[in-house]
Nanobody, 115 residues
Framework: QVQLVESGGGLVQAGGSLRLSCAAS????????MGWYRQAPGKQRELVAR???????NYTDSVKGRFTISKENAKNAVYLQMNSLKAEDTAVYYC?????????WGQGTQVTVSS
């Protein structure tokens, strides 16, 4: 059974930082592309950052230079370091895996940035 469990969300003031973590089980982590998505109220879920199994990294334009995605294959974990947070970053953040077993999502973690 594949499970993705996010942690690290919370309430932070604009300009602050948070680090999200996603622990994966049930998959061979190194064979999966991993990503972070977010969904704000009334908006569609969007890709924030993705790191492929070969280490290629992509960011959505609005977070470039502020967010950093990384992973530790040995710990089956992927992280999202978020700096210089803005009110518009407020959303539920979801961990995503895409690989040989299909596509899976975590339950989400709320990030709220107060202005």
């Amino acid at each position: 059974q594949v499970q993705l469990v996010e942690s690290g969300g919370g309430l932070v003031q604009a300009g602050g930082s948070l680090r999200l973590s996603c622990a994966a089980s049930g998959i061979i982590f190194s064979l999966n592309d991993m990503g972070w998505y977010r969904q704000a109220p009334g908006k569609q879920r969007e890709l924030v950052a993705r790191i492929t199994r070969t280490g290629i990294i992509n960011y959505t334009d609005s977070v470039k230079g502020r967010f950093t995605i990384s992973k530790e294959n040995a710990k089956n974990a992927v992280y999202l370091q978020m700096n210089s947070l803005k009110a518009e970053d407020t959303a539920v953040y979801y961990c995503n895996s895409n690989g040989y077993k299909g596509v899976y999502w975590g339950q989400g973690t709320q990030v709220t940035v107060s202005s």
